[in-house]
Every structure is written in C-alpha cells, then in structure tokens.
C-alpha cells in the first residue's frame, strides 16, 4: 500500500509545521460541506474549505435540487397550494421508506427539523415558488416548485402515511436547480469571510496516538501542506460511484448493471481516509439505482414481468423502486420486459429499452420472447380482467393507472445490464451520529472527525425507499448539524 493512502493517517507527533491553522477543516465543497461550513461560521468558529475541484458543486450542482421538506403543518408552498403535513406523518413515512435498515434518530431528526430546515434554505436565498408541478415526472421542467417525488402514492405507502408532495422544487426552468442551488450556498459561504481553497485534494488525516484527529494533509500546487483543525474535520467528500473497484467490490448487484452518476471525484477517498483513521462503515452495499421508466407516465399503464412470466410489483411506484426491484428478478431468471398496448408506449422515451417483440395477441408476444406462454397469458388476462374494473388484489396499482392492456401489444426488454439506462449512486459510508461525529466499529465517537452527505450512511439509505430530494435534503441537514456540532466542540 502506498504511503500517500488515504488510509493510512500520519502520526500527530510526525508533523513538523503547519501550513494552515482554523478551527474547522471542512473537506468537500458540495451541499454538505457548504451547510457545514456556513452553520459553523454562524456559530463564531474560523472556517477553511477546501476542495479539489477548482470550483466548488460537486454532484449536488449536477443535481437537480430537489429537497424533500414538509411536516410541521407543511412549508410556505403546501400552504400556498393548499396540502396539509404533519411531523408525524412525515416521520412514519420516512420510517416506512429505510425499512429495517433506517436510522430512528436520524429520522425523527430529518421529520422535526424539516420544515426549520426548509426556512433555512430560503434564508439563504433559494427561491421556491408557491406552485405545484401536477404531472408525474422525475424533475419539473417548469419553475414550479412542488410535486411528488417518491412512492408516496403506492402501495404499501399510501397505506402508511397520508400521501403528500414533498420535493421542493427550484424557482428555475429547466433542469437547472443543482447549479443554482449550489451558485447561492457558495455565496452564502463566501460572505462569511470562510476561507476557500479549490485545486486541494486532501490526501490523509492526522491523527494522535489516541487516534483523534487534529487535521489533514492536502496537496496544493503540488505540494503536501499541514492543516491544523483545532475544533475538528469534516469530511463532506461525497460518495464513490466513480471508484469502479471500491463500488464493484462492496455494491456489485448496482455497479454491475448500472452506470455511475455524479461527479469525477465520488471516489470514497473521504470514506477511506476516515476508515484509516479507525471509522466504521455502514450499508456500504446500497445504491441508488434507478432507470427513466417516466417520463412519460403513460408507461405506468403497462405491466413489469419476469422470466416466469410474472409480474412482481406495482407498476406505479417511483422509479428507484422499479429499477431495484428489476434487478432482483435476476435472482431467479434472466429477463425483464415491460408489456404495453400501443395506445401507452410513446417514444421518444428515456427508458433505453429495446422493443423485443410485437404482436396481437399476448400468447404470440410470450412465444415470440420465449416466456412461459400460459404464464405469461394468465398474468396478462387476470391483470386486464381487474383493470377492466380499476383493481389490482396483487399489487394494489392505483385505480388512475389502471386500464385493460389492449393490442398492439410489444414486449420491452429492459433487463439490467443488457437493456435500458440503469443509473446509480451510492447510498453507504462512514457511520456518524446524527451530530455528524464519526464512530469507530466499537461505536466510540473518534474526537475531532465529523462527516456528513454520501460520504455517510445518511438518512436515505436504499433504493426502494427512495425519493427524489432526500439526498440534497439529507446532505445539507446532516451537513449543517456536522457543521454545528464541531463548531461548538
Ligand atoms: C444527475 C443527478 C441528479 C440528482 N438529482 C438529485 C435531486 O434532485 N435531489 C436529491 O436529493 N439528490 C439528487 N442527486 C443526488 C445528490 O445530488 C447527491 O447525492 C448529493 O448532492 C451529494 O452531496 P455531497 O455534499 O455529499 O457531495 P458532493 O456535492 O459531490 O460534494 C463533494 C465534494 O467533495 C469534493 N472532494 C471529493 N474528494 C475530495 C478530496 N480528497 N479532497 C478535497 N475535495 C474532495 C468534490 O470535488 C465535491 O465538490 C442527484 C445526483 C445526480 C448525479
């Protein structure tokens, strides 16, 4: 192993000089370390920020911005459009989205503080406007800002908790939220006189013998400089999509069959450098991974099946849902199709799909794709018999999407890895408190390391679960209490 890895820290009484001195070190200049380093620049604390990009962004300006917000009575834009969100009902379904791996207390967190949260962000100068995007989409193309961005719709969610929009989406058309967003936080950063260094790719952290962190090494002009954080680091790196062997070795079922999204440096550098330095990791095998499956919705009308000629979801759940649940269909055959009439397949789409076969009647579709044939006539004739009458006893697809599946009927191969655009970013990281302090694989807080954003195991922690906003939401939450905490240490 190399001497400059990340995770191998140098030794506290090996360091000669320092090149830097501040109270906080905030590494990673996106949502999260820019919400860090603003919240501890409020709290009086001296702030250096430093990134190896020669601006600052990262995957969050890529993004489209969306934040999931609401609860407490619901923010400024439920009021205006006319929703109502209580803390509760927020909680129960962000509980229901982690499933068994959530965080509790991250939660319940993220639930009471977000309409707090929400006001935050507008202090900051981002601009929501008091309108609902009413279609289903993946990002609002207009500068509306509120709409439905998970499953909070479908089945078993809307079982759950009361559906309510809760992606807050930018003043802005277009998708232009992410640069937007991230234009005002390094404004905001800015005018608190934090000091910034882009171009410093920080390498390794230094650590005592009693394995708390007092700083980092960065290189700089291609030099390794000293940076002294008396109060502590916060490692706001993001995740590491693009670090092909870290994302293969720990997610392989997502990095196998889905492209990696965000920015070149998602390389888990911060996660490795914080594993050096004795930090647990958590659910490093989870990504998000999703496919385009809308827009447009009208795909929602067809029916997913499997090798066995089954359908195994409701079909109207967010697109996350759809691509996870895709891949695990691989588990037990090797195909995944989409089965449509010709009234609901548009083109152009965005799904990447390859139409396999056509034909009009469905035991001629299944024999020419090769499924099961009496499977596959069943699934169809059973699903069309309750469409007819806006039922779905399987899946509980909501009635709207409902509608007998008539010919043309085409069968779209969109099996992981061979067809459609499968895209994803990873979801695990260094395990923190909800404070943002690192633990160690014993659960003691490592003095003086904090973290926040995709180099965490955040908030939203899975696929299936997942809502458009609850990264950028999650990032800059946990960000700002990372940034908080260590300011007061
Ligand atoms: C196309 C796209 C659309 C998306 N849309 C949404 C959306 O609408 N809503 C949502 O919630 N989520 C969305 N996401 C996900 C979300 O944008 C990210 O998960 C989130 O913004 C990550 O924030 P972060 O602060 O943790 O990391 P980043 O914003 O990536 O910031 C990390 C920073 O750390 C820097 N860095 C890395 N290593 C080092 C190092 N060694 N030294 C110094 N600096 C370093 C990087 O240069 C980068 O600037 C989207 C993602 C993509 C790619």
Redesign the pocket.
Known sequence: MSQISPTHPIRLSDIESWDFETDIAV???????GSAAIEAADQGASVII????AA?????A???????MGGGGGTRIHKATGYEDSTENLFAYLKACQGEIGDEEKIRLYAEGSLDHFNWIVSLGVPYKDSEYPGKAIVAMTDDCLLYTGNEKAWPFNQIAKPVPRGHNLEIEGDN??PLFMDIVTKNVESRGVQIEYN???LRLIADEDGAVHGFVVRIDNQERNVRASKGVIL????FSMNQDMWQHYSPEVAKRAHP???P???G??IRMGQGAGASTLHMNQSFVTIPFYPPPSHTFGILVNSQGQRFLNEDVYHARIAVSNIRQLETGEKVYLIIGEKHWKQPNMLGGEVAAAADNIEELAAEIGLPVGNLSHTFNYYNENAAKGEDPLFHKQADWMEPIEPTLAAVDITPGEHGIYVG?TLGGLETRPSGEVLTMDGDIIPGLYAA???TCGMPRNAEGYA??????D?TFF?RLAGRNAAKR
């Open positions: 590494i990673g200049f996106g949502g999260a370390g430093f990134d190896v990009a600052s962004g990262g995957s969050t890529l993004s489209s911005a969306e934040i999931y939220g992410g410093a790719r920080a706001c790196t993001g995740g999204i965000g920015n440096f998602d390389d550098a911060g970013f954003g995709r180099a458009s906003g609850m990264s950028v939401g990032v960000g």
